[in-house]
């Protein structure tokens, strides 16, 4: 409901990616949702990198289904690698997700650029909502109370 009134209140379009990356993002507690978060964003800058210069390369080759077909994969291997590397595990999917998300949904007439950035900002929008829902007050536990499960 957040994202849905934010991204209406100043006329950002869909709100999906960023409700997406709210929930994704939302954890038991502040110091897990502020770490998945940061991953979160760092796996989504990764993705969305990736696939401005996936764009540039296609632009290069006239944007070819055959190129398409090798460099997708190559770019998606890629990511995995590098968030690997710098120990960012936890967002290698959505730092995948974000390259196919734009990769895939972005024609030759849009503006990768743009698209690219949009999609991180929403995200980064998403994951600060996730972490202001944790510093609301928690209700405490009843000590009293049984153990239902």
């Keep these: 409901m957040l994202c849905i009134l934010l991204f209406h209140f100043f006329n950002r379009g869909e709100a999906m990616i960023a409700a997406l990356a709210a929930v994704f993002s939302l954890r038991q507690d502040l110091p897990t949702t502020l770490s998945f978060g940061k991953s979160r964003i760092m796996g989504n800058i990764i993705g969305g990198s990736t696939a401005i210069a996936y764009f540039v390369i296609q632009d290069q080759l006239n944007h070819s289904f055959i190129a398409e077909l090798l460099l997708v994969p190559l770019a998606v291997a890629f990511v995995i690698v590098l968030s690997d590397g710098i120990n960012n595990h936890a967002g290698i999917i959505s730092g995948v997700a974000t390259l196919l998300l734009i990769a895939l949904s972005t024609s030759s007439g849009d503006q990768p650029l743009s698209f ?12 600060l909502i996730a972490v202001g829902l944790n510093y609301l007050p928690t209700p405490k536990k009843d000590e009293n109370s049984q153990n239902l499960l």
């Design 116 to 127: 690219a950035l949009q999609r991180v900002l929403d995200t980064f929008i998403g994951t």
